[in-house]
């Protein structure tokens, strides 16, 4: 079965701080795999998509990176503000549009 | 943002009711699916559609229909829902070329 876990389910840092946020996965064979942010009560909003090819990808303080053989992904947040405190998912796509999501890091980013 | 709408944003109803959720797009993306997110479940897909009545199941389907007979409007049915479907439904849309996902702003739905 094709899982997508993400741990820890939480995560509280003061400001400033960088962090990694890691997300691993069963079965290499993956189309692409994309990085959420929820806000509470919200919608998903996109940060990054990596497709199965590439090895990483930054926008603005976020880098994402993937690494197929060993079935992980890490989304790389610097200089961390508390504007960044929300749940971060992770979903792996394996193909036929067939998308399996993480259950989410909850961030909190302490003044 | 992508232009996707969810309605109704919030709805509360009773067992054995129909109830209908409706998904606009303005973005012409030809897939789309309906989720829906639960604590301790997190996002599951019920159904998705692969372009103008074109539909298949996902993991949680039993107990829904859909429909798609326009390419920006995607429906999701409970024809007699059940306390077991109170939950959060996120419609979201996805563009062939890249297969990256958007989500709309989600639809509350109770059932008492």
């Known amino acids: 079965k094709q899982e997508v876990t993400q741990i820890p389910a939480a995560l509280s840092v003061p400001e400033g701080e960088n962090l990694v946020l890691n997300c691993s996965f069963t079965d290499s064979a993956i189309y692409n795999l994309q990085w959420f942010r929820q806000d509470p009560g919200k919608g998903l909003t996109s940060l990054l998509l990596i497709q199965s090819s590439q090895r990483e990808q930054t926008s603005g303080r976020l880098n994402a990176s993937l690494d197929k053989s060993s079935g992980r992904s890490t989304l790389y947040i610097a200089a961390s503000q508390p504007g960044d405190s929300a749940t971060y998912l992770c979903a792996v796509v394996w193909g036929a549009q067939k998308l399996v999501f993480g259950q989410g890091t909850r961030l909190t980013i302490n003044p | 943002d992508a232009g996707i709408t969810q309605s109704p944003r919030h709805k509360v109803t009773e067992t054995g009711t129909p109830v209908t959720l409706r998904c606009h797009q303005t973005e012409n993306h030809r897939y789309m699916y309906w989720y829906r997110q639960d604590p301790g479940h997190g996002l599951r897909l019920i159904h998705y559609s692969y372009g103008v009545k074109d539909t298949d199941k996902g993991e949680v389907s039993d107990g829904y229909s859909v429909s798609r007979s326009k390419t920006e409007d995607f429906l999701l049915t409970l024809e007699s829902a059940t306390s077991s479907q109170t939950s959060v439904y996120f419609c979201?849309?996805?563009?062939?070329?890249?297969?990256?996902?958007?989500f709309g702003e989600g639809s509350r739905l109770t059932v008492l």
């Open positions: 979201a849309i996805s563009g062939q070329n890249t297969g990256e996902l958007f």
